[in-house]
């Protein structure tokens, strides 16, 4: 095994893992280039080009046994930056669970036979296994809790670093963080962090405000999209954790509490034609000085899946540190990271922590 690679394995060949393997293949591809947009060139000793995807996983019938490559490319996903050279890995099926959410059932089909349950499991921990795969991604949809459990406990069995991009809480549950600790895994969660996403600027935003001592008495942030991740999120049923996790990371920046009724912020519609473009509108409203009120109006028009990707590549190679280290359990790194950490830090702070554990 080549000691300098990372070998990652992805469950849900989404959009957002088109993002990521296309992100890295771009900067392959344009090496002579500065590197725009990576937050790092090097973590530790691992560049962006050393992260190998060995192992897959989905429930689709149009992905299960494709070369990884054309997988990528293939219904509903919608990312399209580079030609992908072609892989040796193929999409191996993953148990259906609460993967697939009423509005994107005519999106996304699982296999009319799916293979049982227990057999299931023996094979998908012999495909870890057999490739090497040391750390596993989580790309499933949101509401997704029990394929989510599923796969924080084939984490455990297989000793693979656990990155969950998703608001399903796992990294940031005790509990759950604690069992990780024990194993000696280490594990990253919950919910990505956009690299320049409406989470951040909503934060930043409401730091300032807070910390030049300005009230916010009123906010909301209201996103749309048009892929599948705006389609799925139409179902409020699988929304409860996201809407928990946007809100308290915004919330948790502000001294001062702002009532549960002044505060909206949530996915709010899925508008076909955007795609992978993401629009928020966010506004806050307060009092400053003399009680004299200010508020103010933003609107974010960025691409959703180049935001999930820049903040994931760093985060492969933080959980390879991890197991370098021998260090498991719940990752400082997580509050830079993701919206849902165990811990919330400021976002300065939590830089602070990225750069330390990588030094
Ligand atoms: N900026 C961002 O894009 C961002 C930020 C935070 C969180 N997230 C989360 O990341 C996740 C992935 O987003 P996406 O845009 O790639 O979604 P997507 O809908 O494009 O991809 C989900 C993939 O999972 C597959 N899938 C469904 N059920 C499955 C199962 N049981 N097992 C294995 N695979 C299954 C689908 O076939 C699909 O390929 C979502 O939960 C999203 O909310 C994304």
């Known amino acids: 095994m080549d000691e300098n690679k990372i070998k990652v394995g992805i469950i849900g060949v989404g959009n957002c893992f088109a993002g990521l393997i296309q992100g890295i293949e771009y900067y ?16 530790g000793s691992y560049k962006f ?37 072609k892989s040796e890995v193929m999409v191996k099926e993953a148990p259906v669970l609460d993967g697939i959410g009423i509005y994107v059932e005519n999106k996304i089909k699982p296999l009319p036979n799916p293979t049982n349950s227990d057999i299931l499991k023996n094979q998908i921990e012999e ?32 000793k693979c670093a656990f990155i969950n991009c998703i608001p399903e809480f796992i990294a940031s ?11 000696g895994v280490p594990i990253i969660g919950d919910d990505i962090k956009g690299q320049v996403g409406a989470t ?5 935003l409401a730091r300032l405000c807070n910390d030049r001592g300005a009230t916010i008495d009123k906010t909301y942030q209201l996103n749309v999209g048009g892929n599948t991740d705006f389609l799925n999120m139409k179902e409020q049923e699988r929304l409860k954790s996201k809407k928990i996790s946007k809100t308290e990371s915004v919330t948790s920046q502000v001294e001062k509490e702002i009532s549960a009724e002044n505060v909206y912020i949530g996915p709010s519609d899925f508008i076909p034609f955007l795609g992978n473009t993401k629009l928020a509108f966010i506004r806050i409203e307060g009092k400053m000085f003399a009680d004299i009120p200010y508020s103010m109006e933003l609107r974010l028009d960025v691409d959703d899946k180049a935001n999930s990707g820049g903040i994931v590549v760093d985060a492969i190679r933080c959980a390879k540190l991890a197991l ?21 830090k400021t976002d300065s702070e939590a830089k602070q922590i990225v750069e330390e554990f990588i030094e």
């Not at 392959?28 to 973590?43: A, C, F, S």
């Not at 795969?133 to 029990?146: A, D, H, M």
Request: hydrophobic share 40%.
């Open 173 to 183: 549950e005790e509990k759950l963080a604690e069992l990780f600790k024990k194993q």
């Open 28 to 43: 392959k591809q344009n090496r002579d280039k500065e590197p725009i947009g990576l937050m790092h060139k090097t973590v």
């Open 127 to 158: 495909e870890i296994k057999s490739t090497g795969t040391e750390i596993l991604v989580n790309y499933l949809p949101v509401g997704s809790q029990k394929a989510t459990l599923f796969w924080a406990a084939m984490a455990l069995k297989t």
């Open 49 to 85: 080009d050393d992260i190998e995807f060995t192992s897959a996983f989905d429930v689709g019938e149009n992905k299960i046994g494709k070369s990884l490559d054309q997988a990528v490319c293939s219904t509903p996903n919608l990312v399209k930056w580079v030609d992908l050279p």
């Open 324 to 344: 370098d280290r021998g260090i498991g359990g719940y990752l400082d790194v997580s509050s830079y990271f993701m919206k849902h950490p165990l811990v919330q």
């Open 200 to 204: 951040i600027v909503h934060r930043v």
